[in-house]
DNA sequence: TGTTAGCACTCTTCACTGCTGAGTGCTAAT
DNA sequence: ATTAGCACTCAGCAGTGAAGAGTGCTAACA
């Protein structure tokens, strides 16, 4: 079912002063500011169809309507303009990642920082999810007489330490030798992989060494296990309270609550498959956000999905604009990936 | 000055009161509640002077009293039972650390988590300052043709790393050689010394490598300036929302805007020196603040305070509750840190 | 047949009102 | 020094009515 051209418009009227003002918008303001050479009358009429099909709601019976998400739905997919993104933005994010350097978690910190400030919405990230990534150099390294480190760098740079207390007194040249053999064995393969292995088929390579090994495998499997779990950052929580729709105390502390169970933020963003996704109100599978949108976006290195950052804000959030941002800042962050960790 | 035995009963009677309820506290609740053998009619005269002399105030003529900074300040310092760590709470604390394990970072995190949820407040915590703690160990690790890593462990048990990319492919004996010459130099200095260090003094170990000490070093310390910020934690922000002191959206606004507010949040956990310190109202430097009280202790390994953390809520906190939770965590964190990282 | 003007109707919002209850300060009696 | 009693103050609440926004419907028009 299409609609007509002029529902069309009226629509996106409806839509776009909605956005703006969080106002219902009545026929008047329609005729008067979008379609000029209407009636609001005829606008009337129009609005009456839009809101049998669904697309628009009328809060009580003397209020202007209010898109649904059917509305913003159709808007998003087939009415809103695609605007690239601002030459301005692109550069100032560009700029803004090449003054970071440091740890790759500090990167995606600063990527949440930036999609907060940028979109004035909260914005959450996951730093690279470890266990996706492949294993490129593993070495032990005796710190002092009862403690070794275990140092583990996978191909997406990123690097993760364990400090595994040790009874006896290892020498440096045991550790090398053990690092070599655990890095032939192991290179290449992806931690997800790893933790799951099964190390007695090691037996063979470890003569002289087996005591060592049961000392320190189990103590280094725990400590991957641990960091399993990528870290999740949020930001920008004060800017939700600026919009009127969180002028409602109990909606505040729901979205609140969200945000501070780590778990459900994870479930979210590792959810997102596809590269930009836009999941609007009861679209939702988290509950609690039914009266959210969330806008996510993948980053990726070596073609490997590893990581997701996105953007949550009210069902009358400024699309365009967010998704463009969104798209231009994985954008920089794949390609920063890509340069820094090339071999 | 001192106050008659009574005039404190009423205050400490007050405060309590309030503490509970939220209300402002009249005459006669403190006469049928906390001192039934007086009339209200006296507690209102000694009430009056309670006022006049600034421990409680009248938010309007026909409401009852609520306490003001200096009147918590007394309730603190002198009125307040010192009520000692419940044994359950203190096991739960216990408990919840011995099963983390992990870096020491997640171990701050963790302790943040445990503090809100304990005290229904917002929690802030200052993972360890990187910069106080000493060089123990620093080696030097080639990962590829291109890529080194240099990997950093201090006497706290933090371990730090950062990549450097090498433009000329230096072979592993000479990075051994390497680590062992800046070992030997460095071993002992505090991060702080290190950075600020001059280097030309080397010269003379150096013979040889000099031209890759001049690529590695400045990475190196550029990578150490980067860590020198401790990460910054909060939790529990929801928390505040469940109080009615924040059912005023502007307020919850302002509280938030300071969580989100990273450097905000440094100074105020860098301030504190004493084991135990508790910042009511107007005390508080940071102006955001001047309506909330302020609960922080630090944390310390080998003597040496290397972190700090805090709750957060408002100036009508629990706070005998409170002090002993944060000192009870502070406590565990000691003695953890110290058992964990023992050489 | 689609569009428009006009109008009665609905419903929210806001300012105003008067009432109630909580709590006070003062006074006079104990 | 303490207490009972009383007049007074003020926030909070419910009720009221007017104003304004927006609608749906009808009848007229191109």
């Known amino acids: 079912m299409s609609l007509g051209s002029r529902k069309q418009l009226i629509l996106q009227a409806i839509i776009e002063d909605y956005i703006n003002t969080a106002e219902p918008v009545g026929s008047r303001t329609v005729s008067k500011k979008y379609l000029t050479d209407v009636s609001s009358a005829t606008i009337r009429n129009e609005m009456a169809d839009l809101e049998e099909m669904g697309y628009i709601e009328q809060p009580h019976t003397s209020a202007g309507r209010i898109p649904s998400d059917k509305g913003y739905r159709l808007y998003v997919d087939h009415l809103m303009s695609q605007k690239a993104i601002n030459q301005k933005d692109n550069d100032f994010i560009r700029k803004e990642f090449m003054d970071t350097i440091g740890e790759i978690d500090r990167l995606i910190k600063h990527a949440s920082k930036l999609l907060s400030s940028m979109t004035k919405y909260t914005s959450i990230a996951m730093a690279p999810q470890f266990k996706r990534t492949c294993l490129k150099h593993l070495q032990i390294i005796k710190v002092d007489s009862f403690n070794i480190l275990a140092v583990i760098v996978t191909d997406a740079g990123i690097v993760k330490n364990s400090v595994i207390r040790s009874e006896q007194d290892i020498d440096i040249d045991t550790l090398d030798k053990i690092s070599k053999i655990l890095n032939e064995k192991l290179l290449g393969l992806s931690i997800e992989e790893l933790v799951k292995m099964d190390f007695s088929e090691l037996d063979n390579s470890i003569n002289g060494y087996k005591q060592i090994f049961t000392e320190i ?16 950052y949020y930001d920008g929580a004060a800017n939700l309270l600026e919009l009127p729709e969180y002028n409602d105390v109990q909606k505040a502390k729901d979205f609140l609550n969200v945000l501070d169970e780590n778990d459900l933020l994870f479930d979210i963003l590792n959810d997102v498959s596809k590269d ?3 999941i609007i109100g009861k679209e939702n599978k988290v509950h609690q956000l039914k009266n959210c949108s969330l806008i996510t976006a993948t980053y990726s290195f070596n073609g490997k999905i590893i990581g997701s950052v996105g953007v949550v804000g009210p069902t009358r ?14 954008q920089n962050l794949n390609d920063i990936l890509s340069k820094i960790i090339k071999t």
């Open 276 to 278: 930009t996704s836009v």
């Open 317 to 330: 959030m400024k699309y365009s604009k967010v998704i463009s941002v969104v798209d231009c800042l994985t």
């Open 217 to 232: 495998l189990p103590e280094l499997l725990q400590a991957l296990k641990y960091s399993e779990r990528a870290e999740i």
